[in-house]
């Protein structure tokens, strides 16, 4: 049982990224899948999560009209898509599961967690 984080990079300030975050999970389509954060320096923070029974989304207010969450159940994978980005938006992007979750924005709510793709925004 495990999530892998991929797409994080260096990125010039407007521009976009696609994160993605690949399950093993039996019955992944029963998981609410969450983004959450960490600047350096900083607490790890709640960005977007998308629930397992009808896939609505939750943002974080800093990243509402510039992110998007997606699932494909299909292949296992969500999708954070990242438009406009900015040098705030530079950090250890993670990706966190929880069966039959709620869409919680407190980490504590999720039990399967990804090892992070680094995101930079930097020109």
């Known amino acids: 049982v495990k999530l892998v984080e991929s797409g994080g990079q260096l990125v010039q300030p407007g521009g976009s990224l696609r994160l993605s975050c690949a399950a093993s999970?039996?019955?992944?389509?029963?998981?609410?899948v969450a983004w959450f954060r960490r600047a350096p320096g900083q607490q790890r923070d709640f960005v977007s999560a998308?629930?397992?029974?009808?896939?609505?989304?939750k943002y974080n207010d800093s990243v509402k009209g510039r992110f998007t969450i997606s699932r494909d159940n299909a292949k296992d994978t969500v999708y954070l898509q990242m438009h406009s980005l900015k040098p705030e938006d530079t950090a250890v992007y993670y990706c966190?599961?929880?069966?039959?979750?709620?869409?919680?924005?407190?980490?504590?709510?999720?039990?399967?967690w990804g090892q992070g793709t680094q995101v930079t925004v930097s020109s």
């Open positions: 966190a599961a929880s069966l039959h979750g709620i869409g919680s924005q407190n980490s504590n709510q999720y039990n399967i």
């Open positions: 999970i039996p019955r992944f389509s029963w998981y609410t």
């Open positions: 998308i629930k397992w029974n009808d896939s609505a989304e």
